[in-house]
């Protein structure tokens, strides 16, 4: 059976659209299956194509199809059934915060739903540090937020390293509220989309002047140890941003929750 024969119970693979045979090939044919589930190549229900064809299909040995079938398994995109072979789970039980998977929703959700739903975790989770920050912030904390809003306010025509100092400001804040999980948690989601033009939006100067309008009335909140005005300030100031970075008026927007 060749590559583009299709077998029993899955769908014909074409071969991958590699320029050059990469170095490793394991992690090359784990993110090309984890793009083809993620993008319907292989629905949820069906399976993958058997080892002989995905070892023609990438020219790889059963060794390396093996390793990439086990990686899948543990991001929770297939599970491997007894006589029934390597079957593609439901999204539903797919690890969202595993860096493939996330990079490849996003690339494919043309609703934008998928940022929605992570400015949406964002939001809870920092909205809750802050207002534990205004509980709990000692004094170098809070002189570092200013300072931070302060350099901002000049940085506003240098998009690059405003959003630099942006950063710094959101983790200072978590970094006060002693909450490590929450922390671990936003970093992991916005290293996912930290260089997504989908998620940053258009770099502009009125968008960092109003952004750091919002950094400064967080600031201020924490500041005044006033833990609810601090928490409804990042709300707020998640929410707008977001909002105008999406810049998508005629798609639903659901971030009232």
């Not at 539903?92 to 998977?101: C, I, P, Y």
């Not at 709990?136 to 240098?158: G, N, T």
Request: proline share 7%; charged share 25%.
């Amino acid at each position: 059976m060749t590559a583009s024969q299709e077998s029993p119970g899955s769908v014909p693979v074409p071969p991958p659209a590699w320029v050059r045979r990469p170095a490793s090939l394991g992690k090359a044919v784990t993110a090309e299956l984890v793009e083809r589930i993620v993008r319907g190549v292989h629905p949820p229900g069906t399976s993958l194509p058997p080892e002989p064809v995905l070892c023609e299909t990438f020219s790889v040995s059963r060794t390396v199809v093996r390793e990439a079938v086990k990686i899948l398994q543990e991001k929770g995109l297939v599970q491997v059934r007894q006589g029934a072979g390597t079957m593609v789970t439901p999204p539903t039980m797919w690890d969202m915060l595993d860096e493939l998977v996330l990079a490849a929703t996003i690339d494919m959700d043309e609703s934008l739903g998928i940022l929605d739903d992570l400015v949406v975790t964002r939001r809870l989770l920092e909205s809750d540090m802050a207002y534990l920050a205004a509980r709990v912030a000692d004094e170098e904390s809070i002189e570092r937020l200013r300072a931070l809003v302060d350099r901002m306010d000049e940085l506003v025509d240098d998009h690059v390293t405003y959003a630099d100092h942006d950063r710094a400001f959101h983790d200072t804040i978590m970094l006060a509220s002693g909450n490590r999980i929450a922390r671990g948690v936003v970093r992991a989601l916005e290293s996912q989309v930290i260089n997504t033009a989908r998620y940053m939006g258009k770099p502009e100067r009125a968008l960092c002047v109003a952004s750091n309008q919002g950094h400064r009335r967080i600031y201020e909140r924490i500041a005044a140890h006033d833990p609810d005005g601090a928490s409804e300030a990042m709300f707020t100031h998640i929410t707008e941003a977001w909002l105008v970075r999406r810049n998508a008026p005629s798609a639903p927007v659901r971030l009232q929750r």
